[in-house]
């Protein structure tokens, strides 16, 4: 099956500047990246996502790019602000017909003011 | 925006027992889903549903297992007898159509064998 790998697994930076967080995928298969943002005790929320017949994407400060021939994929926030502190999740999906979504181990992001 | 409910929100339950997780999928959604995050970690797939069967369930589904809808009420996952390792928060989430649409994720009961 399908296997996500994160990095980095914890990340802090200073209000303002912009953080990156970067995820590789296994199956060719897969063409649908969604992005998740878990703050404690609260259920994951979509943030962002990019399928495969894109490059790059961007949502206000939001931007993920995406690699299909390296298989990888990241997710970078520009102008961090202390609200975008909590934990980011890069996923994949393929369209075989299931649809579980393979998630990666998470990274725990850190806005120090 | 769709709202998928869960209850209980916390459950607590000693090994041995039995433990039903209900979920509420979002009333026009088709896909059902149960995802295992034990803490720290990060989700990972248990089992889809779709009318009324299972498509496909991971290695972790394991045979004290099962999920059902009955009659378009509550999605449930049951699990019969619970071990310590069930311990873990576990997400439903409901999608509309399986291939093209976001999965949206309740927030989570939280289970705990003791």
């Known amino acids: 099956g399908e296997q996500v790998e994160q990095l980095p697994s914890i990340l802090r930076v200073q209000e303002g500047s912009s953080a990156s967080i970067n995820c590789s995928y296994e199956?060719?298969?897969?063409?649908?990246f969604p992005w998740y943002k878990q703050e404690p005790g609260e259920n994951p929320k979509l943030i962002i996502d990019i399928r495969s017949n894109m490059e790059r994407k961007q949502i206000q400060e939001l931007i993920v790019l995406l690699d299909k021939k390296a298989k990888r994929f990241s997710l970078h926030i520009t102008d961090t602000q202390p609200g975008d502190s909590a934990m980011y999740f890069c996923a994949a999906r393929a369209n075989y017909g299931n649809e579980k979504i393979t998630f990666g181990a998470g990274t725990k992001l850190t806005i120090k003011p | 925006g769709p709202k998928v409910l869960q209850i209980p929100s916390h459950q607590i339950i000693d090994m041995g027992q039995m433990v039903t997780l209900n979920c509420d999928p979002v009333?026009?959604?088709?896909?059902f889903y149960w995802y295992k995050q034990i803490l720290g970690q990060q989700m990972e797939f248990l089992v889809n549903?779709?009318?009324?069967?299972?498509?496909?369930k991971s290695k972790l589904f394991k045979d004290q297992f099962s999920v059902e809808r009955p009659d378009g009420s509550y999605f449930t996952l049951k699990i019969q007898p619970t071990a310590l390792e069930d311990s873990a928060v576990y997400f439903c989430?409901?999608?509309?159509?399986?291939?093209?649409?976001?999965?949206?994720f309740g927030p989570g009961t939280r289970l705990t064998v003791l």
């Open positions: 009333s026009n959604h088709l896909y």
């Open positions: 199956d060719s298969a897969s063409n649908y």
């Open positions: 989430a409901s999608s509309l159509l399986g291939s093209s649409y976001e999965q949206y």
């Open positions: 549903f779709y009318n009324g069967k299972v498509m496909e």
